[in-house]
């Protein structure tokens, strides 16, 4: 009788026990508030209907998940001789194969939370060297377990699918944001398609396809061939650096008296340094021009900052999906805005400088003004484009390094030319060397396009004026059109895809004719203050009321498509093609009324705040941090070599924005100024700084 009781007794407790520990995330319970740290609870809703046998399949497909990746059935002998001398050698425990094995990325904890992308140990892999090499290879996984019925694990999986991609999409300047990075170590003597049919035949029944791409692939001490280009960039700095020795050590701080001791000064260091920080007012200086150039220009360095973090892994990669997802994060959304500052200003620069011409002279000499622009773009974007295909490719590794450093090289070795004829931005992100300056060739064309439409305003106003209203409009029934008939949007919308975004880029964002409006509102402004139309005396009150009705326009373009933004959003056309075709005017209206008020003295007490000496510093070395700085960010994403805990605050990483300030001196001084000073030597006709970007 004791017996059967005790028996009895057993079965009630283990009864008991199950439920005990069974997992329902529905109820707060200890689990969920400590260990989980709440991430979990958003889950109870739907966990509800999950019925038991979903839970046993889930845990199923954990339980076979692939432990140890070899190519078993490579396409060479040498492959398959050593895929099974690791796993013999695993056996006995050797301490290479424990390596090989111990590099491979394994299920970490906190998937959950965006823990999702596992890289391995990068250099544990590559430091195998006995019987079989080490090759470390970054593979891309697209998981869609929401087809199985987890919807909600599918979406907190993907960090809340903030940005959309799948396993083809171009990677090396836009980021792979669904595709899940995992780093396997493998035995160098099997290739890429060995491991992408090892790993698709083992995981395909989980629901994951995987994707391996050669250049995603690394051996210790590989060789890169030697190219020609290469030879010629290393010949173009050694020259640099040549002229940077002798200026420097032959400037004895006179005047030079020939055109070679003029060029050798051009070169000193001493002196470009000495003009980098003389913060005294040039003769041609607008007002309010530093300022708006110094304050878009920081935005637009967190917006980019930005994208390149989303490259990166984090251990809560959902906080940062949550943070950009937040209203005020509309701020960096909009940063087309931004972008949209610089055609403004280089409107009103380039309008007011062909101006000048026009009243000194009565024409506009084609041929200086086009020269003196290529001599103050082309010689530091030469050098940018030179370093990052032929140089940078060979300082650093790092798991993503092929990709986002090697893969962008490559890019650049095949489309460098575009870039320099400046026609790169009718060729869409995919084929163009340093994405980020598609804005310069934007520029470059609607700077040779004014000089007809100043000619004609000049001579003819009212046609001018008429033909550049007219223009204007076009271009904003283009970007509408455009937005409506490819789906797309110039804000960057909670849950866009990689393929919508560069769909933007190509039919409208990188497009002169698409981008001319605000361009247009600057060379407008530009005539109007010039000629002297636009003097109004105001009182303090009615300066102060200009300035609440152009910060809430401001405001007002910022912050209208901020629904867009949030978390959940599904695409609608008319708001996208509005945003669009008006953002542009809104935005050239702020700038118009805010530029036209500090021009004529109305900035009240911000008048300190706008003539900083921070801005005029900056506003010197501004077109090397507009350069340099993606160079930079992508360096780091590329030797990154574990995730990192995501705050807010990564957003301003002090050491790498001192990185982007120094290299933007360094770079101006040693290559900006000295061939714009060439240029004043050999063919300009006046010693006055021509300041047109």
Avoid at 243 to 252: H, K, P
Avoid at 257 to 280: I, M
Avoid at 385 to 412: A, I, K
Avoid at 569 to 578: D, I, K, L, R, V
Wanted: charged letters at 20%.
């Amino acid at each position: 009788m004791t017996a059967r009781a005790s028996v009895l007794l057993l079965l009630c407790a283990c009864a008991f026990a199950r439920e005990c520990i069974e997992l329902t995330l529905s109820d707060r319970n200890i689990l969920s508030d400590s260990i989980f740290n709440g991430t979990i609870q958003k889950l109870g809703a739907r966990n509800e209907s999950y019925d038991d046998s979903a839970r046993v399949d889930l845990l199923g497909l954990w339980g076979r998940f692939p432990k140890v990746v070899v190519p078993m059935n490579g396409t060479s002998e040498q492959c398959r001789r050593d895929g099974q001398m690791f796993l013999d050698a695993l056996d006995r425990l050797e301490l290479w194969a424990l390596k090989m094995l111990d590099a491979t990325a394994k299920l970490p904890s906190g998937i959950l939370s965006g823990n999702a992308n596992q890289y391995g140990d990068f250099d544990e892999c590559l430091s195998i060297d006995s019987a079989v090499r080490g090759k470390y290879c970054l593979a891309s996984l697209q998981v869609n377990i929401a087809a199985m019925g987890y919807e909600r694990l599918d979406y907190m999986i993907h960090s809340g699918h903030y940005i959309r991609s799948n396993v083809t999409d171009m990677g090396h300047r836009v980021p792979r944001y669904s595709s899940l990075l995992w780093g396997v170590c493998i035995p160098s003597s099997c290739s890429s398609f060995d491991l992408e049919d090892e790993l698709s035949q083992k995981l395909s029944s989980l629901g994951i396809s995987a994707k391996v791409q050669n250049t995603m692939c690394t051996v210790k001490d590989f060789k890169r061939p030697y190219s020609f280009g290469k030879s010629l960039a290393i010949a173009f700095f050694l020259a640099i650096l040549i002229l940077l020795s002798l200026g420097t050590i032959l400037d004895d701080g006179k005047e030079a008296a020939t055109n070679f001791e003029k060029l050798l000064n051009a070169f000193s260091l001493k002196r470009n340094l000495r003009k980098v920080f003389d913060l005294s007012d040039s003769p041609t200086r607008v007002k309010g021009v530093d300022a708006f150039r110094g304050m878009n220009a920081f935005a637009l360095l967190l917006a980019h900052k930005s994208m390149a973090m989303a490259h990166s892994p984090y251990v809560n990669k959902t906080s940062y999906s949550e943070v950009f997802g937040m209203p005020w994060a509309v701020i960096g959304r909009s940063a087309i805005v931004y972008t949209d500052s610089f055609l403004y200003l280089s409107g009103f620069l380039n309008a007011h400088n062909l101006l000048q011409d026009l009243e000194k002279k009565g024409t506009i000499d084609l041929k200086n003004r086009l020269l003196a622009r290529w001599f103050r773009l082309f010689p530091l974007f030469l050098s940018l484009m030179l370093f990052c295909t032929y140089v940078l490719p060979d300082l650093n590794n790092g798991p993503q390094w092929n990709l986002v450093v090697e893969e962008h090289s490559r890019v650049c070795e095949k489309n460098m030319w575009k870039s320099f004829l400046f026609i790169h931005n009718y060729f869409g992100f995919e084929e163009m060397c340093l994405t980020h300056t598609h804005q310069l060739g934007i520029d470059m064309q609607l700077y040779v396009g004014t000089f007809p439409l100043m000619l004609i305003l000049w001579k003819f106003k009212r046609l001018g004026l008429a033909l550049i209203v007219a223009i204007a409009v076009s271009s904003t029934i283009l970007r509408y059109l455009a937005t409506h008939w490819y789906d797309i949007s110039m804000f960057v919308y909670y849950g866009i895809s990689v393929s919508k975004l560069l769909d933007a880029a190509r039919y409208s964002y990188i497009l002169p004719t698409h981008r001319a409006t605000i361009y247009l509102i600057g060379v407008l402004m530009a005539y109007f203050i010039k000629n002297n139309k636009s003097r109004v005396k105001l009182s303090d009150n009615q300066a102060r009321l200009v300035w609440c009705v152009s910060f809430g326009i401001a405001a007002f373009t910022i912050a209208s498509p901020y629904r867009m933004g949030l978390e959940g959003y599904q695409y609608e056309h008319f708001p996208a093609a509005m945003f669009a075709a008006f953002a542009p005017i809104l935005w050239g209206l702020f700038m118009s009324i805010a530029h036209w008020a500090i021009c004529n003295d109305y900035a009240g007490i911000g008048t300190a705040f706008v003539e900083s000496r921070v801005f005029k510093f900056f506003n010197k070395i501004a077109y090397g941090v507009y350069l340099t700085q993606f160079p930079i960010f992508f360096y780091n994403v590329g030797v990154q070599r574990h995730a990192e805990y995501y705050t807010p605050f990564l957003l301003i990483h002090v050491p790498e924005m001192a990185v982007v300030l120094i290299i933007s001196i360094l770079a101006t001084v040693a290559i900006e100024m000295p061939f714009n000073q060439v240029y004043r030597i050999y063919f300009g006709k006046s010693q006055i700084k021509l300041k047109e970007k």
